[in-house]
């Protein structure tokens, strides 16, 4: 239930926010970047409107919170690129984010009635590698002239700290925890592409596959004895392609298929080894979608 003004939001918040930033070349062909920045993560109309919305029939209910606050990141990089000759790179990065009040999605329950609600965090952390390869082949063998390809794989490890009211509810199901993985920050993403220019015809092609590892999506719950755990989004490929053709000047027609595996979308109950075996979800595919297009440019 809620009373006149029981939703509104009001708060009002000014930041100094620095940057820095470097790029030294020790080599000809070495480039080493780095920065440090600082920034803020606002709240969404929906994680803010304490109603419930749900974006599809059967799925989860969602619930705001409007007691949430902005969240404050610090953020570390750091990128070495060695670049063999033009069109070519090799490159390995290293990030850190460190995070005051994080927004994080948990499942609540009143009674038997389930519903997902963002809270903040205490602090968190992201941090990991990422590797990354773009070739010409056209540079090695001439007969691939136009053909590109490359990838990369980054590899990320992130923490958040419960709240104790959280760490409580916890324990009361003989989970006994002080943090967990950050929602939405998958364990590995790794990306291939393989692209071709046609200039006598003004034509590009491209085709893409992307894995995506591990994702928290929602944090486990217990309240008054009924526990929900944790929700993960399983592994899973996309393979996309695109086709550019320009016409004339202005015009360029162009044509993408996405998701041609069209691959099941899972997600999963994930307790920890005392609390029970991992437990199906939701599994559904999302289908092939076919786009064609026209743009202009003047």
């Known amino acids: ?20 930033g470097f790029e030294l070349k020790p080599f000809k062909k070495i480039v080493l970047h780095g920065s440090y920045s600082e920034t803020v993560a606002r709240p969404t109309f929906k994680e803010l409107t304490p109603i419930q919305q749900q974006e599809f029939l059967g799925g989860d209910i969602f619930i705001g919170n ?3 606050q902005m969240s404050a990141l610090k953020n570390y990089d750091l990128r070495l690129d060695y670049m063999p000759y033009n069109g070519g790179l090799l490159s390995v990065s290293w990030f850190y984010k460190d995070i005051t009040d994080p927004i994080e999605y948990v499942q609540d329950l009143v009674n038997a009635f389930a519903y997902i609600t963002p809270l903040n965090f205490p602090e968190g952390n992201l941090n990991g590698f990422e590797f990354e390869t773009r070739q010409q082949l056209g540079y090695f063998w001439g007969t691939m002239k136009g053909f590109s390809i490359g990838g990369n794989a980054t590899f990320i490890d992130s923490e958040v700290t419960l709240p104790e009211s959280e760490r409580a509810n916890l324990a009361n199901a003989g989970e006994e925890t002080d943090d967990r993985d950050m929602v939405g920050a998958p364990e590995y993403l790794y990306n291939i592409y393989l692209t071709y220019d046609y200039e006598p015809f003004d034509t590009q092609i491209g085709l893409f596959y992307t894995v995506k590892g591990d994702t928290l999506v929602v944090g486990a719950g217990n309240r008054n004895g009924n526990y929900v755990p944790d929700v993960y989004a399983t592994e899973f490929e996309t393979l996309n392609l695109s086709v550019s053709k320009k016409l004339g000047k202005h015009f360029t027609l162009n044509f993408h298929a996405k998701n041609l595996t069209n691959p099941a979308i899972e997600e999963i109950y994930r307790t920890p080894d005392h609390l029970g075996d991992e437990e199906l979800k939701t599994s559904y595919t999302k289908g092939i979608d076919f786009t064609f297009s026209i743009s202009g440019v003047w």
């Open 66 to 68: 409007p007691g949430l």
């Open 1 to 20: 239930d809620l009373n006149p003004g029981d939703a509104d939001v009001s708060f009002d918040q000014d930041d100094v926010l620095p940057a820095l």
